[in-house]
């Protein structure tokens, strides 16, 4: 059985296509499937700007509550650049973004 592309795993597969190679994605929902959280990580935007990192953090959210399927069950999404200290499903630090009521987003 495939999976839906705008699955939780389709959304993580689409936004690492959308950056280069080098960037690590996770997706996850949480809070009883109310908040989406995206965590990428990737040296170019280590280096954004508070401004920048405001910026590329709202338009991945508006971008993810068109395609995701269960957007419309959302309350929140967060975006947040980081640098992750292990593998997969590990913890991370110097986490940059912010998080997105789904109103500011439409």
Avoid at 48 to 61: Q, T
Avoid at 85 to 93: D, E, F, I, N
């Amino acid at each position: 059985m495939r999976e839906s592309p705008r699955s939780v795993d389709g959304i993580q597969r689409a936004i690492e296509s959308e950056f280069e190679r080098e960037t690590r994605v996770e997706v996850a929902t949480i809070v009883d499937s109310s908040h989406l959280l995206v965590l990428l990580e990737n040296p170019i935007l280590d280096t954004l700007s508070a401004s920048l990192v405001n910026d590329k953090a709202r338009a991945l959210a508006k971008k993810i509550m068109i395609s995701y399927a269960a957007a419309s069950t959302l309350e929140s999404v967060t975006v947040r650049f980081v640098k992750f200290l292990s593998t997969r499903g590990g913890s991370y630090h110097r986490a940059k973004g912010r998080s997105f009521a789904v109103t500011e987003l439409r």
